[in-house]
């Protein structure tokens, strides 16, 4: 059976209520969006003053448009929105989004719960007040009136900020992260996280879920969907510090709440916490294409010895361990090393390690039952050699079989400058999870682990 909100996200007719003429409005933004989006649907401008907008023939009202309407989205200003709803249920509208601003945010609870009323006597499903919409990049429809055109990938995010949503686009972007959907679910008077994480749950283009939130409105629901889900979800939680949450209040009119109580029950509904958004981001891209950790003992592959120190630290302060080598794997090392350095966890490849003593030893890592995931890091120092260690790393993270044979995660991180950094894109681009601190590289080892722990609780 397909879920509810199937239309909402994939709607097979959309009207704009508000379409305008005017290029700096929201309502010809929105309109714009919808009309250069590599998707098929039908289109209806609603404005009373018009015959046409945009090329495309304008209907005076909701109830004028002939046959069903899926999807309206609602750019008018926000004491003519319970009208419009009332137009919406009349019409048997399935989904709606609301993007006008001046409700609860801005201490307007009456006019909030006016629409709410309407909603609640309805079938209707409806996103926001004081919302972008959504971009659903997977199947090539933009219902928001803001710009950013999201890589396509398997990351579905919810937003309670519409200009963090917006940030996160072109961070993603930036990041090689891919989206499948964006949404902004601005004052959640009807859809809802808990909502949207089933959706995302049983949509086949999403893999992993990322949350940016400052408050819940049903704390209960909530966890139980994080709980139901079977994909990985990535929560920033924000309002931690008490300026933080008088900011949340005055930002999204909700109230933070306490934050121990928050991490103590992401944790326990089996959501992993990030503490800002390139975190989230950073667990995203391991997450999307490596297997995840079956334990927490970590092998560290390095050409610096500082740099695995670092790693070291970072992994044991993230609950993550790093063993010493099992007798058959410190033979096998001590035959890739140069004479004068013994194998050891981190192992030290020494500076001028190439391609194969980066290689080989990632190879006896993953053949070590002991070890469940591998950090490859390479600082460019003066012998060392940047092409060599991308190289090696891009072949053990495509081979395949590798994957297929050891189900290990593999991250790379690096310390250097320019020609450094230009390597790094390129395997950034390629889907390579690699990191330019040994933090993030451990976080994000640790949500391989997480995610590792969460899949062996539901196969119980
Ligand atoms: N049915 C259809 N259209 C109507 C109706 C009606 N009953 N009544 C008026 N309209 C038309 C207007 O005539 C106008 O069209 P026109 O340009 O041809 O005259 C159009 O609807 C829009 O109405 P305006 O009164 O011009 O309102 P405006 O576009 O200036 O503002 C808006 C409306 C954008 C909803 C504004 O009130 C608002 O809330 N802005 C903030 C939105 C926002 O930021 N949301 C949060 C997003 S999250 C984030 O931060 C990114």
Request: proline fraction near 5%; charged fraction near 25%; hydrophobic fraction near 40%.
């Amino acid at each position: 059976m397909k879920h509810e909100l199937e239309t909402f996200f994939k709607p097979k007719s959309i009207a704009v209520v508000g379409a305008s003429k005017n290029s700096t409005k929201i309502g010809n933004a929105a309109l714009k969006n919808i009309l250069i989006s590599d998707y098929e649907c039908k289109v209806y401008p609603i404005n009373p003053h018009e015959k046409e907008i945009l090329g495309i023939k304008c209907y005076k009202k909701l109830s004028d448009v002939p046959g069903e309407i899926e999807l309206v989205l609602i750019s008018v200003p926000a004491k003519i929105v319970p009208q419009i709803m009332k137009e919406c249920v009349q019409k048997k509208v399935k989904n709606a989004i609301i993007i006008s601003s001046g409700f609860s945010e801005a201490g307007n609870n009456e006019l909030e719960n006016e629409v709410k009323d309407i909603i609640e006597q309805s079938k209707i499903r409806v996103l926001g007040p004081n919302t972008m919409g959504y971009k659903n990049a997977a199947d090539g429809l933009d219902s928001s009136f803001v710009f950013g055109v999201p890589r396509k990938g398997i990351l579905s995010l919810i937003s309670q900020s519409g200009a963090l949503g917006i940030g996160m686009i072109y961070l993603a972007n930036n990041e090689f992260v891919g989206i499948s959907k964006i949404i902004g679910v601005g004052n959640k008077i009807d859809i809802d996280d808990d909502d949207l994480i089933d959706y995302f749950a049983q949509d086949n283009d999403t893999k992993v879920i990322g949350l940016y939130i400052e408050a819940v409105k049903n704390g209960r629901a909530f966890m139980n969907s994080i709980k139901a889900c079977n994909k990985p979800v990535l929560v920033v939680k924000a309002g931690k510090s008490e300026a933080g949450a008088r900011a949340t209040s005055s930002h999204t009119g909700s109230m933070a709440g306490s934050d121990k109580i928050y991490d103590a029950a992401i944790k326990q509904a089996g959501g992993i916490r990030c503490r800002d958004i390139v975190e989230l981001f950073d667990m995203a891209r391991a997450l999307a294409g490596q297997p995840p950790a079956q334990g927490n003992r970590i092998g560290i592959i390095t050409n610096g010895g500082g740099l695995g120190i670092l790693l070291t630290d970072a992994c044991d302060a993230n609950g993550l361990d790093v063993p010493k080598l099992s007798p058959k794997t410190y033979k096998k090392i001590d035959k890739i090393l140069p004479d004068l350095v013994k194998p050891n966890n981190p192992i030290d490849l020494v500076a001028d390690a190439g391609f194969y003593r980066y290689e080989a030893s990632t190879r006896a890592l993953l053949e070590d039952p002991n070890i469940n995931g591998i950090i490859v890091a390479s600082v460019h120092g003066g012998y060392a050699r940047p092409r060599e260690f991308t190289g090696a790393i891009l072949k053990m993270i495509r081979e395949r079989k590798l994957h297929e044979e050891f189900k290990k995660p593999i991250l790379a991180t690096w310390v250097g400058g320019k020609e450094f950094e230009d390597l790094v894109m390129d395997l950034k681009s390629a889907g390579v999870p690699i990191y330019p601190s040994s933090w993030r590289t451990a976080r994000s080892m640790l949500a391989l682990y997480m995610e590792g722990k969460r899949i062996k609780r539901e196969m119980k």
